[in-house]
């Protein structure tokens, strides 16, 4: 049962525009949260993380917005930028002991 | 220099052989999982080592049985490989267990004929 999910599997954005990437989830107990950025034929990297007890956290060009009445979180990238076309995966974990992973979304910025 | 390396990058199979596949993580980590992404592009986690000992195992099958020689390295063993167990394999690494940021290798390309 895919507790993490990401329904979108691809987004085209123009760039230097906004990309919005979403995350739903279904476990109430998950209140830790990360997203992933993946280039083709490498490994998943650490983009940025949320806590439950925040509803947003920005670290230059990306901001995480969490909504748990809502048990949504998206990722904002501004501006979007030709670099930032990758797989991002969205994942969370309600004791730390593991993370369960979403399917990701392909972003593909238009230069 | 590379943090999280995976040997080999591409393993192309018959099924019923036994393969292994290798991880080494140079960061100083205590904290190592193999991940498998399957077609569907799911990512899951098969196992967990934190200071060499098991601390997730997943429902895997027992073809399947990870080494950790040391803190450095998880090494997976795949014994008897079927069809289904192509997929992509991820070796990651953690400074501890919990909510550590995971440092991820660049995938093992499985594929069983």
């Known amino acids: 049962d895919q507790q993490v999910k990401q329904n979108s599997p691809s987004l085209s954005v123009q760039e230097g525009r906004i990309s919005i990437l979403n995350c739903d989830y279904t476990?109430?107990?998950?209140?830790?949260f990360l997203w992933y950025k993946k280039y083709p034929a490498e490994g998943p990297t650490f983009l940025i993380s949320?806590?439950?007890?925040?509803d947003k956290n920005e670290d230059g060009r990306f901001t995480v917005f969490l909504n748990k009445s809502a048990k949504h979180l998206s990722l904002h990238i501004v501006p979007s930028q030709p670099g930032d076309s990758a797989v991002y995966f969205c994942a969370a974990s309600d004791d730390g002991n593991q993370f369960y992973f979403g399917t990701g979304t392909s972003l593909t910025v238009i230069p | 220099d590379t943090a999280v390396s995976q040997t080999p990058k591409y393993l192309v199979t018959q099924m019923g052989n036994d393969k292994s596949i290798k991880c080494e993580q140079n960061?100083?980590?205590?904290?190592m999982y193999w991940y498998k992404q399957d077609s569907k592009k799911f990512l899951k986690i098969m196992f967990s080592y934190n200071n060499k000992e098991l601390i997730i195992n997943e429902t895997v099958p027992n073809r399947f049985s990870p080494k950790s020689p040391d803190k450095a390295h998880l090494n997976l063993h795949i014994n008897s490989l079927e069809l289904g167990d192509s997929a992509v394999y991820f070796c990651?690494?953690?400074?501890?267990?919990?909510?550590?940021?995971?440092?991820f290798g660049p995938g093992t390309r499985l594929l069983v004929l």
């Open positions: 990651a690494s953690s400074q501890g267990f919990g909510r550590e940021t995971q440092y």
């Open positions: 476990n109430s107990m998950f209140d830790y």
């Open positions: 949320i806590s439950s007890i925040k």
């Open positions: 960061l100083g980590h205590d904290t």
